[in-house]
Antibody, heavy 122, light 107 residues
């Protein structure tokens, strides 16, 4: 059925950058779009970004557009989220999730990682 | 952007009760509405996709209905393991929004 494992979270200062990654296994990586969803501690789910199966199409939430970049390496079955100009309000668990299809529109997230915590604090 | 609301925000019910959660969207999302269950400390789990389709491996006690702007998740007979927060989510167009969640507890 597959597995997603996020890594790279940690404590960073406001204004700095961090890249988190998600390693996929157990399924055909190029058959699926991938998304990042975050959840501030004790809060609800917030969609962050999506990337199509081939990496050509990328979409971002308004709250991160221009600061975050999603990318994927289909040769290594990994997806990355490069985060710059981090703010206190970016503090959250970041989940990597697999779309049921090659593109995110009209799809749903049928496989999730365990999440990685990013804390932005001075 | 499409706004999502869920009602109620929380509920308490007894084992065996029928439970319904409503999700409304600010504009039509056709059938592109999904439901997720999240238990404490865990990642969300897909229950229902495209409004009415039960995800493989999910208990048939869960049922989705609705279209356009109003959707319902029904648990036919509540069990202790159903204690969780339930989120609706649309994938009609970006930004893909989640509802605020409905907390389900046991009475």
């Amino acid at each position: 059925q597959g597995n997603l494992v996020e890594s790279g979270g940690g404590v960073v200062q406001p204004g700095t950058s961090l890249t988190i990654s998600c390693a996929a296994s157990g399924f055909t990586f190029t058959n699926h779009a991938l998304q990042w969803v975050r959840q501030a501690p004790g809060k609800g789910l917030e969609w962050v970004a999506a990337v199509s199966y081939d990496g050509r199409d990328k979409y971002y939430a308004a709250s991160v557009k221009g600061r975050f970049t999603v990318s994927r390496d289909n040769s290594k079955n990994t997806v990355h989220l490069q985060m710059t100009s981090l703010r206190n309000e970016d503090t959250a668990f970041y989940y990597c999730a697999r779309d049921r299809s090659k593109t995110s529109s009209g799809s749903s997230l049928d496989l999730w990682g365990q999440g990685t915590l990013v804390t932005v604090s001075s | 952007d499409i706004q999502m609301t869920q009602s109620p925000s929380s509920l308490s019910a007894s084992v065996g009760d029928r439970v319904s959660i409503t999700c409304r969207t600010s504009q039509s999302v056709s059938i592109f509405l999904n439901w997720y269950q999240q238990k404490p400390g865990k990642a969300p789990k897909l229950l229902i996709h495209r409004a009415v389709t039960l995800q493989s491996g999910v208990s048939p006690r869960f049922r989705g209905s609705g279209s356009e702007t109003e959707f319902t998740l029904t648990i036919s007979s509540l069990r202790p393991e159903d204690v969780a927060i339930y989120y609706c989510h649309h994938s009609y167009s970006t930004p893909f929004t989640f509802g605020p969640g409905t907390r389900v507890d046991l009475k």
